[in-house]
């Protein structure tokens, strides 16, 4: 059924035309989006008989857009309208206090286009900066957003981490804490969490475990004891904090991280030398500790070197820690630079200058500045004299700077057919250039990797961006043979990107590792629409690690050049 798909397309019109200051079609569109949304029937049976024009309602113009929309997917006249305000408008005023007018300024203020990048700015405390917004609002919208997202029960890596962190400080200011840590689907840096998981030691864990459910962030308290206890928090997610005795803070922060999957593989080895092991520790045959205090010498004292939480999923690291070959995955300090930034030549929020000082402000010492390219569904992209200029901006620029600089690029669209929407010379002149796929996402699966297979092999591109186009929780990845591209790729010396960006995460571990496999380069790139999206670039970092990345396969983990 297309019903769905058809009032949402109505819905954002009607949403779109109110902003724009159209007077009564607004009213029409919303109307007609409406009885198709209440149909009891395929939008599309209709179509086919030619009933959907007789809908009350539904006049000669929109019954066209609605055969449109039924027949192609989706409608050139919302295209064109969306072009001038390229936000999920439909995703973001479902959420209760965000109304088109305040989508609209919370774009235009911080660059939200998202329900991620709007959870985001509600969770650092940006919405209740924007003027006409505040503090009420923004606590409206953090409510609004856990029961959009509560649906899923799943919160994304992005939001997790800090919240945890955030919790972590807050509990550490108490001093009851002498040891303090996440664990679970979040150490491990899975891209979404479904619950939090804290391991504590505390001398007192009587009060220790008070003053954790009594956190301002706590709506509901589920379990409250010296051992375990849980919360809820008021955006729905769930903390279990668990106080262990030192003696078994290691074993229990193994068992906790987990996965399942790998603390079952681990209890293998430990019963095949018939020993024990649990959350309290690690015994022999007549019950004495052997390990436990510390997560290492669980390892060692099991004859596997210690394995980063990340690679902790059974799929191979046990046999690699057994024989000593456990690779020395990337960190976030290896990373010098950042190859996939975007600035208000385009549709960032901040300038050339302010993006260099939020990079710096970071420890990076060189950026490759890659704008959009112009296209239709990208305001505000560059058009080839537009990137000339600031090809010659950037030259000038950077004779101001000591200790940093910046490259040169662009970020071009990668047409249907697979060929760009830049000329060749041009791009020739530039540092760095940055292929993505922005439009024709449906194509088949064939017509895909013959596209990406022609881009990655353009001599000029250095990078495939965003590689499947997923957006976690939004659109699933496009469908491409990716043992085929990832071949060309490296053939072509052409990176794949691990965009860090917290609600893509593209290229996702597991076809990070099968890209490293096939021998291309990574490249993480933060995607920063505004300064503070540098700071995304940790949770690519994570990827990459569970895809068991080392410093030599990121290209901007290497010194500049
Ligand atoms: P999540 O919360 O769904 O994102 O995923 P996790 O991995 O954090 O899972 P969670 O919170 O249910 O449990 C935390 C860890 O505790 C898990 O990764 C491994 C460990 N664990 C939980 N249940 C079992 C179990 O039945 N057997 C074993 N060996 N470990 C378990
Ligand atoms: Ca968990
Ligand atoms: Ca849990
Ligand atoms: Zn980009």
Not at 329 to 335: I, P, S
Not at 500 to 516: F, G, K, S, T
Request: a negative charge.
């Amino acid at each position: 059924m297309k019903n769905e798909l058809v009032a949402r397309i109505l819905y954002e019109i009607a949403d779109l035309l109110d902003l724009d200051g159209v007077a009564f079609k607004p009213r029409a569109y919303r109307r007609a989006a409406e009885v198709v949304e209440s149909l009891g029937e395929p939008i599309e049976d209709l179509v086919a008989s030619g009933r959907h024009a007789e809908l009350p309602g539904v006049g000669e113009a929109i019954a066209k857009k609605i055969a449109e929309i039924v027949e192609t997917g989706h409608l050139a006249y919302h295209d064109e309208l969306r072009a001038k305000l390229p936000i999920d408008l439909y995703a973001l005023t479902r959420v209760e206090g965000v109304g088109p007018k305040t989508a609209k300024l919370l774009y235009e203020t911080l660059g939200v286009r998202s329900l991620a990048d709007l959870e985001i700015a509600a969770r650092e405390g940006k919405v209740r900066t924007v003027k006409g917004l505040g503090e009420k609002t923004e606590e409206k919208i953090l409510r609004g957003l856990a029961e959009t997202r509560g649906v899923e029960g799943r919160m994304l890596l992005g939001l997790a981490l800090p919240l945890a962190e955030s919790l972590i400080a807050k509990l550490h200011e108490t001093g009851l804490f002498e040891r303090l840590e996440y664990a679970g689907s979040l150490r491990r840096g899975r891209e979404t969490i479904g619950d939090l998981d804290l391991l504590a030691v505390s001398a007192d864990p009587a009060r220790a475990a008070d003053a954790f459910v009594g956190l301002s962030d706590v709506a509901e308290v589920l379990a409250h004891g010296e051992a375990k206890s849980s919360v809820r928090l008021g955006n729905g997610m769930q903390v279990d904090l668990r106080i262990v005795p030192a003696e078994s803070f290691g074993a229990a922060l193994q068992y906790f991280t987990g996965s399942k999957a790998h603390n079952i593989a681990l209890r293998k080895v430990a019963v095949a030398k018939g020993w024990k092991l649990n959350e309290y520790g690690l015994y022999d045959d007549e019950d004495h500790p052997i390990a436990g205090a510390d997560e290492d010498g669980v390892y060692r004292a099991l004859g596997l070197e210690p394995i980063p939480p990340e690679l902790r999923e059974d799929a191979g690291e046990l046999e690699r820690a057994a024989s000593g070959k456990i690779p020395h995955v990337v960190e976030l300090g290896d990373l010098h630079a950042d190859l996939h930034v975007h600035t208000d030549a385009s549709d960032g929020t901040a300038s050339l200058e302010e993006m260099v000082a939020a990079a710096r402000a970071r420890g990076l010492e060189y950026i490759a500045v890659t704008d959009h390219a112009r296209f239709a569904e990208v305001i505000g992209g560059l058009t080839p004299d537009g990137l000339r200029a600031q090809i010659d901006e950037i030259a000038r620029f950077n004779e101001t700077l000591s200790g940093f600089r910046v490259l040169t690029g662009i970020e071009v669209n990668i047409q249907p057919d697979g060929s760009l929407d830049m000329p060749d010379d041009l791009l020739a002149r530039l540092d760095w250039v940055v292929a993505s796929v922005h439009s024709h996402f449906r194509q088949t699966k064939d017509e895909m990797t013959a596209r990406l297979i022609r881009a990655v092999s353009n001599e000029h591109v250095d990078c495939l961006a965003h590689p499947t186009g997923r957006k976690i929780g939004e659109r699933p990845p496009y469908d491409a043979d990716w043992d085929l591209v990832f071949r060309a790729a490296a053939e072509h010396a052409c990176a794949l990107e691990i965009n860090a960006n917290p609600i893509r995460l593209d290229l996702n571990a597991e076809l990070a590792r099968r890209a490293i496999q096939a021998r291309c380069r990574l490249s993480i790139g933060s995607d920063a629409h505004a300064p503070e999206h540098f700071d995304f670039l940790r949770f690519g970092v994570l990827t990459a690690r569970r895809g068991w990345a080392t410093a030599e396969d990121v290209m901007n983990a290497a010194g500049a050049g």
